[in-house]
Each structure stands twice: as structure tokens, then as C-alpha cells.
């Protein structure tokens, strides 16, 4: 699969689909409110807006390739342009320290690795 975005041609690892993932806050928080502490994320959005969770890479029988590259970390750096949209629209929600770092480092080892691009540009 080959996927152009701003300029930049992707080279996707072996999967099927992006499965893009927004979450109501209110609702995460509330799964499991003794093992998850939440904070309303400050971005000036609405409390009944949703949130970017994730654009996750899957597979047509519903499961997912997760872990793909532990050699390649987040890297803040190549997202500084994106930082204050990441921060209003991808918000961590996790208390006490909304540390939005930390969240979007999780998400990229996790699941975004596994779609990382070739840096092919043209």
C-alpha cells in the first residue's frame, strides 16, 4: 500500500487499512475509574467534543500488528511543527500530568512504528 500525504510517499508495512480512532474523554475516563486517572483535556474544546485516540494500522480479520520496531523511538523533534495541534486536537487525557509527550510516544512504539514511512519524497 502506498499513501501520499503532504508531498511524502508511504511505503506502509504488510496491513490491510488505517482504522482511525476518536474518543470521547468522558467516556474513557469512565471504563474503569479506578485504574485509570483522567483530567479534562485543556484545549479549549467543548467538554462533549471528541478527541483524536489514534490512526492505527489493522488488518481485514480485525486484529493488528503492534510493536513492529522498538529501535525506533518517538522523536518530538519531527513533529515540532504539528505540537500545538497535537496538543488541542490528540490531547492526553492521563492525570496528574496530561503530558502529551508521553501519550503520543506510547501510541507511535505501539501502533504508529508499524506504518512509519520509508522517507521517500518526491
Request: proline residues 8%; contains cysteine; negative net charge.
Amino acid at each position: 500500500m502506498v499513501v501520499t500525504l503532504y508531498g511524502v510517499v508511504l511505503q506502509c508495512a504488510s496491513f490491510d487499512f488505517y482504522y482511525f480512532v476518536l474518543t470521547w474523554p468522558k467516556s474513557l475516563c469512565n471504563l474503569d475509574p479506578d485504574e485509570r486517572s483522567c483530567c479534562d483535556p485543556e484545549t479549549g474544546m467543548k467538554p462533549s467534543d471528541f478527541i483524536i485516540h489514534g490512526l492505527w494500522p489493522n488488518f481485514n480479520n480485525g486484529s493488528f500488528p503492534i510493536y513492529c520496531d522498538p529501535r525506533s523511538p518517538f522523536d518530538k523533534n519531527q513533529v515540532s511543527d504539528f505540537i500545538g495541534s497535537m496538543e488541542k486536537y490528540w490531547p492526553s487525557i492521563s492525570c496528574p500530568s496530561n503530558d502529551g509527550t508521553k501519550f503520543w510516544s506510547h501510541e507511535w512504539v505501539k501502533l504508529g512504528i508499524c506504518s512509519e514511512s520509508n522517507g521517500t519524497t518526491f
